[in-house]
């Protein structure tokens, strides 16, 4: 696809073609009406001519004893380079031009003959190419049937065409030239505005808009912002977008704080009543004698009260990361965690087939050391949960080239995850139960905190999947 030409290319180039029409229609009429012009005038000067050699033709004779009429080829005061010749009957029987250097009178070629003979008597001058160059020339009749035709030599009027020319075509080049470089100062002028109103609009769209507080600090000066023009009916505009977009932000965030701090209150005064649950159903199942039944159902009561108690620790924990709570950051050593967490769920969950992936040197960074392991923990069990039977884990800890990121990967050949799942994957409360086979239950926090836990950090967290091979990696950064 060809690439689109920016605005300030787009005039520059519209001026200068329309300078260039400009000129050239008035190039082309000024040499139009210059030739029309010097044609009138030779046409002027051949009637003058002719007149003169006709009017010689016509004379009495300078004495009785010369009865013929007198040579019209010999008529006095006709100009160097002018052409005569007599026709009768379509035959030119005599023909001459007097040599514009010289002055003698010289006869016709046979092929300057030839091309005089079609003239017509009485016609209006017309134009014939000659040996000599071109001729305006015209034929008058005179007595005893012939015809006379006079040329007059039109190389002075090409001359001064070709000068013309010459002329318009500098004149109008740097006139084209000088338009084309002022309209461009013009233009990119007149564009600075446009182009600071752009900055301004890339300068909101790099902040990070999607979560937390944001300020939108950039606003178009009051310069750029006036009603009066165009590029200052967009300044206002845009700065009118922004003002509503800042109170919607701010908006925004007053709502997700009043969601934070009710889950974070919710999450702490929900955990001593769980206790409370957990802690009376095993004196219960410890001090009374229940049915077969009975024991059932407080073995259910308390498997939910042990699920809700770890759907509150996760709400809270995520509570404390979205609040950016200070974390105890010390020297973590992800190889031995990667190592002793996949021999944990070895033990735990024999049905699957878990293997390592880890570099030649121990990956370390500062970190907390309980969330990144809570993290790994939590990866591990989606694999765990999300795949088949026989499902191949494999879990990699690895420091990049650089050494500036430890890469903390958890990849399986299960039958992957939905293309239309995976951008919402680490939402919360995101269930992927219909995107990958098992059969545990999930709270859809897992890796929510996975996610938190990595930007807290300073890192990120991505995912890869197709059918056979899903990878999950987890970036943190060593220092």
Request: glycine share 8%; aromatic share 2%; no cysteine.
């Amino acid at each position: 696809m060809r690439r689109a030409l920016s605005l300030r290319v787009t005039l520059t180039i519209t001026v200068v073609m329309l300078l260039t029409a400009v000129v050239a229609a008035l190039g082309f009429f000024t040499h139009a009406l210059m030739e029309r012009s010097l044609l009138r005038q030779a046409d002027e000067q051949l009637r003058a001519s002719s007149s003169r050699a006709a009017h010689y033709r016509d004379s009495p004779p300078p004495s009785a004893a010369d009865a013929s009429a007198p040579d019209p080829l010999n008529a006095p005061g006709q100009g160097p380079g002018t052409l005569q010749a007599l026709v009768t009957s379509g035959t030119v029987v005599r023909g001459q031009i007097i040599d514009a250097k010289t002055g003698n009178r010289e006869a016709l070629s046979a092929e300057d003959a030839s091309a005089l003979k079609t003239i017509a008597a009485s016609a209006r001058p017309t134009t014939v190419t000659l040996s000599a160059g071109k001729y305006r020339v015209q034929a008058v009749a005179v007595s005893d049937g012939q015809s006379l035709v006079t040329g007059l030599p039109l190389a002075a009027t090409e001359r001064s065409l070709k000068n013309l020319t010459i002329i318009i075509l500098g004149v109008g080049g740097a006139a084209v030239l000088t338009g084309g470089v002022l309209g461009a100062v013009v233009v990119r002028q007149r564009l600075r505005p446009l182009e600071r109103l752009a900055d301004v609009a890339d300068d909101v769209s790099r902040l990070p808009l999607d979560a937390g507080e944001v300020r939108l600090a950039a606003r178009v000066e009051d310069g750029d912002a006036r009603a009066g023009t165009e590029v200052g009916a967009v300044g206002v505009a845009l700065n009118r977008m922004l003002d509503s977009v800042e109170g919607a932000l701010e908006a925004r965030q007053a709502s997700e704080m009043k969601v934070r701090q009710f889950v974070a209150d919710a999450s702490h005064e929900l955990r001593n009543p769980l206790a409370a649950i957990r802690g009376y159903s095993e004196l219960l199942a410890a001090t009374e004698q229940l049915s077969e039944d009975g024991f059932r159902s407080l073995g259910r009561v308390q498997a939910q009260a042990r699920r809700m108690g770890t759907l509150v620790e996760d709400l809270l924990l995520l509570a404390r990361l979205d609040e950016g709570s200070p974390v105890s950051v010390t020297e973590v050593d992800v190889t031995r965690m990667v190592l002793e967490s996949v021999n944990d769920f070895r033990v735990a969950a024999p049905d699957h087939a878990w293997r390592l992936d880890l570099g030649e040197e121990p990956a370390v960074v500062r970190a907390d050391e309980r969330q990144v392991q809570q993290a790994l923990t939590n990866l591990l069990s989606n694999a765990r949960k999300h795949t088949a039977p026989g499902t191949e884990i494999t879990t990699g800890a690895r420091i990049t080239p650089d050494g500036e990121w430890v890469v903390l990967s958890v990849t399986d050949n299960g039958e992957g995850i939905a293309s239309d799942f995976v951008p919402h994957i680490f939402e919360r409360f995101t269930r992927a139960d219909q995107a990958r086979s098992g059969s545990d239950g999930t709270t859809g926090l897992g890796l929510s905190i996975v996610d938190a836990v990595a930007r807290s950090h300073g890192g990120s967290v991505g995912v890869e999947s197709r059918p056979g091979r899903t990878r999950f990696e987890v970036r943190l950064p060593v220092r």
